[in-house]
């Protein structure tokens, strides 16, 4: 029997997004189409509910980690203002199940904060955008922009990169922070579970310092530091491909929770496909000792991997060098790497290249971008480049859009807009 648990329960019919049975349609003879989009989304939201406290069931219940008058912390995965349908943010409906069973657990308050990587847009307006303002609102939680706030700089002994990390505040006074990241792969971590998401509690300066010095060396380090006593990953839908934005969104309808970070992602990276001792930052976590050494020290309750897994693709692994379209990458963080990538997987699918040899494109990125370079026909890209821009082509955004950077080259070059690219 493995030290460490991990729940696994998989609901077949919240794969598609779709509800196990709509209360209204249950027992009649109704068309599906009769029934309105609000009945099957509380439907939805019901399966939800009941997943979530069959995993919980599982680990013992949210007693075994709330306590009757302790303040609670959940930690949602905002990465941007995307649906959670498309497999990049938390679902709302599992963030409420989950605050609904701390608060019957007793606790005396329970709040909702993350710190999303999309810091042009801000955290606020992502959380009111992925809905999950409204349902925390409902149940009073108050609503935590990590990005901003009082930091605390935490001393990392014999880290591999970091002497010392900030991390917000507030995630170090409540008595229990609850980590709620979605089953999706990266492309530079391969995959975005619960140690990745941890990224969401540290300050923007931080983030990128991450990305400048190497993210996978410094998340292992950070969750050396910075531990949350529960992780339950949102599987209902993830994302596969080039995450953590821009994947394919994958129905899988499973959730899993876990005690202890590293458990939680070895057996979701499992259910993914991948080997996790593969994976550089969780292969890192399990030489420093923070949770198992191999996954059969991991338990696994409910349903088995084996039972839920599916081949997940996995996200582009480097900046793409095609001849006609280069990518200058001075610092970008990952989200500036992967819109540049994207958009020009996007312009080559549609033909942009082929069409005619003679096209060039080239796409700057980052924060530290020479002051004296010039790029022919150069794409500023990501609101990092603005200040290089100086009246060239600067593609707004943090990161942009690929479907916004991909028509502004095609309008460049006089071709029309495609709202496919
Ligand atoms: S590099 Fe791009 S995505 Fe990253 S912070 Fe700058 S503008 Fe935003």
Request: with cysteine; hydrophobic share 40%; glycine share 10%.
């Amino acid at each position: 029997m493995g030290k460490y648990q991990v729940a696994v329960v998989q609901n077949k019919a919240l794969q598609q997004g779709k509800p196990e049975e709509s209360a209204s349609s249950a027992g009649k003879a109704e068309a599906p189409e009769k029934v309105s989009a609000q009945e099957a989304s509380g439907a939805f939201d019901r399966n939800i509910r009941s997943q979530v406290r069959q995993v919980m069931e599982l680990l013992g219940g949210m007693g075994r980690f709330v306590k009757p008058g302790q303040r609670v912390l959940m930690k949602p995965n905002l990465t941007g203002p995307a649906a959670w349908e498309k497999g990049v943010t938390t679902n709302p409906a599992l963030l409420e199940a989950l605050i609904e069973l701390a608060l019957e657990a007793g606790a005396a308050k329970v709040d909702v904060g993350d710190g999303t990587g999309s810091i042009h847009i801000g955290t606020r307006k992502v959380m009111e955008r992925c809905k999950i303002a409204d349902k925390a609102r409902r149940l009073g939680a108050e609503l935590l922009d990590l990005n901003v706030g009082p930091m605390e700089l935490l001393k990392v002994e014999n880290g591999r990169i970091l002497e010392s990390v900030k991390v917000n505040r507030a995630c170090l006074e409540y008595d229990v922070v609850i980590n709620i990241p979605v089953l999706k792969t990266h492309f530079i971590t391969e995959v975005s579970l619960g140690m990745k998401n941890l990224k969401g509690c540290i300050p923007p300066v931080e983030k990128r310092r991450f990305h400048d010095i190497g993210v996978n060396q410094a998340v292992a380090d950070l969750n050396r530091v910075f531990q949350t006593s529960l992780t339950v990953v949102d599987g209902i839908i993830g994302s596969e491909g080039l995450g953590p934005k821009e994947g394919k969104p994958v129905g899988m309808g499973v959730i899993l929770a876990g005690e202890n970070v590293l458990a939680v992602d070895m057996a979701a990276a499992s259910i993914m496909g991948f080997e996790p001792e593969k994976i550089e930052h969780i292969r890192m976590a399990m030489e420093d000792g923070i949770g198992p050494s191999g996954i059969g020290e991991v338990e696994i309750l409910g349903d088995s991997i084996e039972k839920v897994s599916r081949s997940f693709q996995r996200a582009v692994p480097s900046i793409p060098d095609k001849g006609q379209a280069k990518i200058h990458n001075f610092g970008a963080c990952s989200g500036c790497i992967g819109c540049a990538a994207i958009t020009i997987s996007r312009l080559e699918d549609m033909g942009f290249f082929a069409e005619d040899p003679e096209r060039r494109v080239e796409i700057v990125i980052g924060t530290r971008i020479p002051k004296d370079g010039s790029w022919r026909n150069g794409f500023f890209m990501g609101n990092c480049a603005q200040a290089r821009a100086e009246g060239r082509r600067f593609i707004r955004g943090c990161a942009p859009s690929a479907l916004d950077a991909a028509n502004e080259i095609l309008r460049c070059f006089q071709i029309e807009e495609s709202p496919d690219v």
